[in-house]
């Protein structure tokens, strides 16, 4: 069944005119670059469980990759013009849009910010371009939420780094060139960068997953792994580092699933228009015009204060705790949006020739991940009361 007109997205309360010209034009270049490279494709990565790999050097060149990034390589862009490029890239997958934020603002980010001159000059050209992958590796097998728990031990032997642990549930790990590993040592928690053939560091993929398919998530062992001396990122001391890395990604993610669950309201407002039961077309019933007009207004409100949000980061005064309600919100809209979409097709809302089901499995795992709905929760109300309830 095809549903016709393009892909216009949703702007009830004309966000539009909020947005600069630039700002305009690289939404519209990434929306079309989606439309023709994206969607032709996504589908058969997503069953097959594979990443489209040949798209990498696309995005790399369209600058996509550290795009907030000034220098070396990286098209220096503001905020809001970052959160749109995820918008758009998670209108066509989940999976897609998690390549771009991990390469950024997981792996270019602290390179970026707490990586010594040569590391910078080695790796941030090269992975602007995509011509190496990135990784983050932070979440263990027994330690996900609590990181600061972790398990993973860095000591110093003469002038080398000695690394033995394994982290679990990593975007990219087995695909990556480089990765940002993070592990206890007798100073606390410091990150270093582990290059792929390293031995002792093997990067076995999960499998079996229903929610990301579209994407690489593997396990990171280190047994132990010799690293030298100037594999440590200088400027990363203590968790706090760690958990800047984790603002950058958050921040792209409230955006990205706000792109989301507009796909997910144009296939279902389309589908309601065209479906006929009981005579006319199911958009002509209350029940569903309820549904429609419940993820119209989330979607309205998320895009105002992405945008808000954004220009916060811009203006160098957005807080953590912000962007933890952003990523909160925008889960939960566009996990509801997929709820009330799949409804509304059906027996085709569980057909992958609609994207509305892989946009409802992908939402689980985005849901989970860069902190639950719980932790941010948590955060916010340790904002609001002044105590920390986490424990
Ligand atoms: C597809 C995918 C890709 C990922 N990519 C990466 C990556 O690239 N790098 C990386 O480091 N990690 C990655 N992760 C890991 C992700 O960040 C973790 O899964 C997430 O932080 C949650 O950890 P956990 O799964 O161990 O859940 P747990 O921490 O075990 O939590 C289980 C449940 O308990 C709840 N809970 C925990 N603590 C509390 C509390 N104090 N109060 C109330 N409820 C609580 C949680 O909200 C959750 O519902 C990825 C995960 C997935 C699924």
């Not at 953590?320 to 996990?335: D, F, I, L, T, Y």
Request: hydrophobic content about 40%; proline content about 3%.
């Amino acid at each position: 069944m095809g549903l016709g007109a393009a892909f216009q997205g949703l702007d009830y309360a004309n966000v539009e005119s909020l947005l600069s010209d630039e700002e305009k034009l690289i939404r519209d270049t990434v929306r079309a670059f989606v439309t023709d490279e994206v969607l032709p494709v996504i589908e058969r990565h997503f069953r097959d469980g594979t990443f489209p790999n040949n798209l990498i050097p696309t995005i790399g060149a369209m600058g996509l990759l550290g795009a907030n990034i000034q220098g070396y390589g990286c098209a220096g862009l503001g905020a809001v013009a970052y959160g749109l490029i995820m918008q758009e890239l998670e209108r066509g997958d989940s999976g897609l849009r998690s390549f771009v934020s991990v390469q950024g603002g997981l792996v270019m980010y602290p390179i970026h910010a707490f990586g010594s001159e040569a590391q910078k000059e080695r790796w941030l050209p090269a992975l602007a371009k995509g011509e190496a992958i990135g990784c983050f590796g932070l979440t263990e097998p027994d330690h996900g939420s609590d990181p600061g728990t972790m398990a993973t031990r860095a000591v110093k032997k003469g002038d080398k780094w000695i690394l033995n642990g394994a982290k679990a549930w990593i975007t990219n790990g087995s695909v990556a060139d480089i990765s940002v590993v993070w592990a206890k040592t007798d100073d606390g928690i410091r990150g270093f960068l582990v290059e792929k053939g390293t031995p002792g560091y093997t990067t076995p993929d999960h499998t079996g997953k229903f929610s990301l398919r579209a994407s690489v998530t593997s396990e990171l062992i280190l047994e132990d792994v010799e690293l030298k001396s100037d594999a440590i990122l200088p400027g990363a001391k203590g968790l706090k580092p760690a958990l800047m890395c984790l603002t950058q990604a958050r921040y792209g993610i409230a955006w990205g699933v706000i792109g989301l669950a507009q796909c997910v309201f144009d296939e279902a407002l389309k589908y309601s228009q065209q479906r006929i039961v009981f005579g006319k077309p199911i958009a002509g019933f209350q029940l569903t015009q309820r549904k429609l007009a419940w993820m119209a207004t989330e979607i309205t409100k998320s895009q105002l204060l992405n945008l808000q949000v954004g220009r916060l980061k811009e203006a160098g005064s957005v807080t953590p705790q912000q962007v933890s309600m952003a990523k909160m919100n925008g889960c939960r809209v566009a996990r509801e949006c997929s709820h009330f979409a799949r409804e509304i097709l059906g027996a085709s809302g569980i057909a992958d020739e609609f994207q509305t089901g892989r946009h409802f499995c992908n939402i689980e795992a985005v849901y989970t991940y860069e902190g639950t709905d719980d932790i941010h929760t948590l955060i916010v109300g340790e904002e609001l009361t002044g105590i920390a309830a986490y424990k």
